[in-house]
T-cell receptor
């Protein structure tokens, strides 16, 4: 049973458009919510992360929105570029452990 | 700076064979873990270690063993390979130390096929 549910499974966006990926969790013990980006043949790499005491965090074109009461969080990729084409994983952590969502494959069309 | 190094990158095993996937990190991280990645399943935790001599089971530990004799190394052993263990395996490390908000660094992965 997956502790973090992620949607959509895949999405296609035009260059310059906005990509939105959503995640939901049940375990209120989670206190750390990172997003990882993975390119084909590579390991995942941390993209951006948020703690539950803030509702939004922005780093460049990437923004996490966090809704603690709804136990949901999302990743927005603004002005999407072909180089953003990758698989994105949301995760939720407590102590040492991370639980990952199933992943979203984002394709940015030029 | 090598980070997390996994070997081999690719491996084909026959059902019933055993093998060890190697993982080494040079960042002096306390916490190391093994995940498997399957299509539509994300990354699932197999085993983890919070320091040398300490290991514990994750979400999908059956069929795998680990040990942590040094801070740097965390090998994953497949005892008797089965086709269900065909997957991409990732090793990760982080500073840990009781904090969840520390970045996990992943290796490049080992693609294992069991025939």
């Amino acid at each position: 049973q997956q502790q973090v549910k992620q949607s959509p499974q895949s999405l296609i966006v035009q260059k310059g458009g906005i990509s939105i990926i959503n995640c939901a969790y049940e375990n209120t013990a989670f206190d750390y919510f990172p997003w990882y980006q993975q390119f084909p043949g590579k390991g995942p790499a941390l993209l951006i992360a948020i703690r539950p005491d803030v509702s939004e965090k922005k780093e460049g074109r990437f923004t996490i929105s966090f809704n603690k009461s709804a136990k949901q969080f999302s990743l927005h990729i603004m002005d999407s570029q072909p180089g953003d084409s990758a698989t994105y994983f949301c995760a939720a952590g407590n102590d040492y452990k991370l639980s990952f969502g199933a992943g979203t494959t984002v394709t940015v069309r030029a | 700076n090598a980070g997390v190094t996994q070997t081999p990158k690719f491996q084909v095993l026959k059902t019933g064979q055993s093998m060890t996937l190697q993982c080494a990190q040079d960042m002096n991280h306390e916490y190391m873990s093994w995940y498997r990645q399957d299509p539509g399943m994300g990354l699932r935790l197999i085993h983890y270690s919070v320091g040398a001599g300490i290991t514990d089971q994750g979400e999908v530990p059956n069929g795998y063993n680990v040990s942590r004799s040094t801070t740097e190394d965390f090998p994953l052993r497949l005892l008797s390979a089965a086709p269900s263990q065909t997957s991409v395996y990732f090793c990760a490390s982080s500073r840990g130390a009781g904090r969840s908000d520390t970045e996990a660094f992943f290796g490049q992965g080992t693609r294992l096929t069991v025939v």
